[in-house]
């Protein structure tokens, strides 16, 4: 396969261009930042650890009939994927609180919320990706409203299926963010990445430990140390728990 140019750069990741202008490569970075860009940094190994992690859960709801911009991996650290147009909306599912819901809310951190929680960030750097509301995304003409519906629809749908999946990996799904792009018939696919930089994931079997429990992305933003240790040992258990289920 040959790789054309570098379409766009970003935190996480690079796009390049492939010889089938239907087709992308996502290169995955150890790149890591947080807090808007403000901190950053690397994790040795992320790059293959979030590619293999997302790769398979892609490939998982797939075979659910979700329809997401999984093609194939054919490096460790690179996934091909359909050519979308990033709808430019960060959708977050929320099973407890944490993060910006307790900052915001006063809610205690671990608060298990009743039913999931959908919210929508508008995907602008400049901005501080500032929390939408469904009346904000029509006004700015981010998606038309039968999309809000369909994205909210896909979100807990892919929200049931995670819980379940990481239930398995004794792992509790806490929080995680999706982003939707549209393809050339206009369909909207499950786009971006599902890995420990975008889910919030706590091992179960620590769930009392505040610092123990904590398998992603925090353990950068906070500085709390282990966290190559903590993406390897959620990438082992989504193998695990794949190899189970296929056999
Ligand atoms: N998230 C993300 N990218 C972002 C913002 C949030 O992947 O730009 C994920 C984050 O890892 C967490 C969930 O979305 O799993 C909810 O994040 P929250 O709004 O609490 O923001 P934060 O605590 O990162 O400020």
Not at 130 to 144: F, G, H, N, S, V
Not at 150 to 164: R, V
Not at 191 to 203: G, K, M, N
Request: proline share 4%.
């Amino acid at each position: 396969m040959s790789v054309h140019s570098k379409l766009y750069e970003g935190k996480a990741k690079i796009i390049y261009s492939t010889e089938d202008p239907e087709i992308l490569l996502a290169d995955f970075k150890d790149d890591a930042t947080a807090f808007n860009a403000q901190k950053r940094g690397s994790i040795t190994g992320k790059g293959n650890m979030n590619c293999i992690i997302s790769s398979k859960l892609f490939q998982e709801l797939e075979s659910l009939g979700v329809k997401t911009h999984y093609v194939d991996s054919l490096k460790p650290n690179q996934m091909r994927v359909k050519a979308v147009k990033i709808v430019p909306i960060e959708v977050v599912v929320r099973n407890i609180a944490a993060g910006s819901l307790c900052q915001q809310t006063g809610l205690p951190l671990g608060t298990a919320l009743k039913q999931p929680l959908v919210e929508f960030y508008y995907k602008n750097d400049q901005l501080g990706d500032p929390l939408l509301t469904r009346d904000r995304i029509l006004l700015l003409e981010l998606a038309k409203p039968e999309q809000v519906d369909e994205i909210t629809h896909l979100a807990l749908q892919i929200n049931q299926f995670l819980i379940g999946f990481f239930q398995r990996c004794d792992i509790t799904l806490v929080d995680f963010k999706l982003e939707f792009g549209l393809d050339s018939q206009q369909q909207i696919l499950l786009a971006d990445e599902i890995s420990p930089d975008t889910c919030r994931l706590w091992d179960t079997s620590a769930a009392n430990d505040p610092d123990r429990r904590v398998l992603d992305k925090d353990r950068f933003r906070r500085d709390m140390g282990n966290v190559e240790n903590a993406y390897q040992e959620v990438l082992n258990r989504v193998l695990k728990a794949v190899e189970t289920n296929n056999n």
